[in-house]
């Protein structure tokens, strides 16, 4: 049986060879690139003056006044999404779950902001709704009798988070109300008989059957969440100062105005570290209840 | 409908992109920017297409910083992909040096070079020789509402200072009934918020750079100027101005909420434009403001046409920039669009027509804005680099960018002025550094 399978599975991989070596140079060609250019003082302005100036562009990057603002605004961009995004996905799913009249167009319509493009939903937030003078926010504020507030230049990185967060919750409700179909009814019927109140329900039943449904909600919004670009590019465009610049924003600038290719370069990899190492601690911290729930 | 085939459509897209000329007709294409002028530029430009059959236009009119994003990545990698490009005084003398524009020589006839003003051609020019043709050419100066200063007992000098500006600011602020003591560029750029805060520094009597290429941006001017100009906005200006641009801030004074403006001088025509103002027949007219000096303390600015070297119709294309920037086109404009609609701020022959005269009233005050700037020595002190409201070196836009977007941070009130100067000042240097103004051992001037 040994012997019969060997050749056959090395002519498998011969003929696999070529879609792998296309795949391999597919990522490789682009990653040496960009580590050649991080190594070169290289500003398309200047076209004769490259030179090879070995980490300067790093340390040039790592410098930059924004980087540091850059760097925490991503992670609390990231965080706040991701906890917005589960505690009222848990919640609109638990409640969505229970019958109800017209449920599914209900639920249809909580699920469809996340088939909405990124550009086009900033844009309809920021002009229609968050417009400080035409916004629908600002009418209902007056006519309550407030001062309409003016989200962009007064909560800049809260408005991006609001945005980013309507785009994700459908994602997280999508994912939640499918997994609260596949629980166990008949167990959540048994604890009602023996009396549990529906926060006891929620408390000991449901969310326990919702461990690993967060856990990929979380995974997968992070490795999306670290690369939000178009809703900061099209409402804010990284201000005012540096309120809303994250990391991909500030990688934009370096390159595209600053037309500095080297340290766009160097803050590319920068990037590629940074999202590694949280992929790596959520492998490491929800990974595990991946495997064990 | 019949479906495509991917690799079909794909070989199209090629297609269309490699040889639209292929049809007989040279195919032009123009990337420009998105302001008033270069929009009707487009709509007329069908007269230049009805005269000239064997050639057609496509146009590509985009927002700024886009159109430059566009433009320097295409021309610097020798894309190809434009004929004419729409650029400033900034990127003109620059990509002329480097040989990536068309040197422009034998013009036609009628063309009439030397009617061009002077000022302005030197701003397109290396070593005497043009590089773009100008469209349009700008200052900056002060526009006010003659109704709430006469309401007020109040009178704009001709020459106004940044103190007085202020006063009037203050007496004149009434956000209850929705009219803003001053409007202002304040969204991050070193084309929008950079422009007008750089004139305020020379106003002020600073510089960007010393002799020796330090940056000055932690000198007492700057401080003075940014809190001058930040306490200013923040107090008597419109909400959220870190956010107004100068279209933002067109679109406030034509709807009557700002009492003063200080901007370019080409929204002269916008803004007594009956069909785009609610208050064309209200606006004043002066010189921009000064402070200790008037030197540098108004902007000059000029959108120009070129041809980059890259383009495969470098013959038609030049054509259609001299017909673009003619006397030719500066009276179709006015036939269709109104005398006061010419193109302002590039020929002398504007200026010594009576009719325009006449009837432009910011005329006046934009010629002298133009001739009065002097892009060679913009600041009170002497400076190593040309230009007015920036510097003509490749870094500038990196540097003004950053510092920009800094400055509409401490406007919105995220960061301190001072805290902000002080970090601009290292970081400009950091950028100095790296583009090798100075030795290793950080002593400016040895390598240039």
């Not at chain 1, 009222?88 to 909405?116: E, N, Y």
């Not at chain 2, 679109?251 to 403006?261: E, H, I, P, S, V």
Request: hydrophobic share 45%.
């Amino acid at each position: 049986m040994r012997e019969a399978a060997e050749p056959s599975s090395r002519a498998g991989r011969l003929t696999a060879a070529p879609a792998i070596l296309m795949l391999f140079a597919w990522m490789i060609v682009p990653l040496v690139m960009t580590l050649y250019f991080s190594t070169q003082y290289y500003n398309l302005l200047y076209p004769g003056r490259t030179k090879f100036v070995g980490l300067e562009n790093f340390t040039y990057f790592f410098t930059y006044p924004s980087f540091l603002t850059s760097i925490v605004n991503t992670l609390l961009l990231v965080g706040s999404v991701l906890v917005i995004t589960v505690v009222f996905g848990v919640l609109i799913s638990v409640l969505v779950d229970a019958k109800f009249p017209g449920q599914g167009i209900v639920r249809m319509l909580l699920i469809s902001p996340f088939f909405i493009m990124p550009t086009v939903s900033a844009l309809v937030w920021k002009n229609l709704l968050m417009n400080p003078v035409s916004g629908l926010f600002a009418w209902v504020f007056q006519l309550v009798g407030l001062t309409p507030i003016n989200w962009f230049s007064d909560w800049p990185l809260l408005s991006i988070i609001l945005i980013v967060a309507w785009e994700w919750l459908p994602f997280a409700i999508l994912i939640f109300v499918t997994s609260l179909q596949s629980m166990d009814q008949e167990q959540k019927e048994a604890a009602q008989m023996d009396g549990a109140t529906p926060v006891a329900i929620f408390r000991h039943l449901t969310l326990p059957h919702l461990a690993r449904p967060i856990a990929v909600v979380v995974m997968v919004e992070s490795i999306f969440l670290l690369n939000v670009f178009a809703e900061i590019f099209t409402t804010t465009g990284g201000g005012p100062g540096d309120a809303t610049t994250n990391l991909p924003f500030l990688i934009f600038t370096q390159a595209l105005l600053e037309f500095d290719v080297g340290a766009a370069s160097a803050g590319g990899l920068v990037a590629v570290v940074l999202a590694n190492l949280v992929a790596v601690f959520l492998l490491r911290l929800i990974g595990k209840s991946l495997t064990h729930a | 409908m019949k479906r495509m085939n991917p690799i079909h459509t794909a070989l199209m897209g090629l297609g269309l992109l490699l040889g639209a000329d292929a049809a007989g007709a040279a195919t032009l294409t123009i990337g420009t920017v998105n302001n008033g002028d270069m929009v009707r530029m487009q709509s007329l430009a069908k007269a230049y297409e009805e005269q000239h059959p064997d050639v057609r236009l496509h146009w590509l009119v985009l927002d700024e910083n886009t159109l430059r994003q566009r433009l320097t990545t295409d021309i610097t990698t020798g894309g190809g992909q434009f004929d004419i490009i729409t650029i400033g005084a900034y990127e003109a003398p620059m990509w002329g040096r480097q040989n990536w524009l068309m040197p422009l020589e034998g013009f036609s006839p009628r063309y009439d070079v030397d009617d061009l003003m002077p000022n302005v051609r030197k701003q397109l020019s290396v070593e005497g020789r043009l590089y773009a043709l100008p469209f349009y050419s700008e200052g900056s100066i002060t526009y006010y509402r003659t109704d709430l200063f006469a309401a007020k007992g109040l009178s704009m000098p001709a020459e106004p200072t940044w103190t007085e500006i202020r006063g009037f600011a203050e007496k004149l602020h009434d956000p209850a009934r929705g009219v803003y003591g001053i409007c202002l560029r304040g969204k991050a750029g070193w084309g929008e918020n950079m422009a007008i805060i750089t004139t305020l520094v020379n106003a002020f009597g600073g510089r960007w750079f010393d002799e020796k290429w330090e940056p000055q941006l932690d000198t007492p001017e700057w401080h003075q100027a940014v809190n001058f100009y930040v306490d200013l906005l923040s107090t008597f200006g419109p909400p959220g101005p870190s956010s107004n641009g100068f279209n933002e801030n067109l679109t406030l004074f034509n709807a009557g909420k700002c009492a003063m403006w200080v901007d370019a001088s080409v929204a002269g025509s916008f803004v007594t434009d009956k069909a785009q103002s609610l208050v064309p027949d209200k606006v004043g007219f002066a010189k921009a403001p000064r402070a200790v000096t008037d030197k540098g303390s108004s902007w000059l600015w000029t959108w120009a046409l070129a041809v980059p070297s890259s383009s495969r119709q470098k013959e038609a294309a030049f054509e259609f920039i001299q017909w673009a920037t003619s006397k030719e086109y500066g009276q179709l404009v006015a036939q269709h669009h109104g005398i006061s609609a010419m193109p302002p701020g590039t020929r002398l022959s504007t200026y010594t027509n009576g009719e325009y005269l006449q009837k432009t009233p910011f005329a006046l005050v934009t010629r002298e804005a133009i001739q009065t700037a002097n892009p060679d020595s913009p600041t009170l002190e002497p400076v190593p680099y040309t230009g007015v409201q920036f510097a003509t070196i490749p870094e500038f836009q990196a540097i003004g960018s950053m510092v920009g977007r800094q400055l509409s941070g401490a406007l919105a009130g995220f960061s301190r002025v001072d805290k902000v100067l002080h970090t601009s000042q290292g970081a400009v240097r950091r950028t100095m550094k790296r583009a090798g103004y100075y030795d290793q051992n950080g002593v400016p001037g040895a390598q240039r």
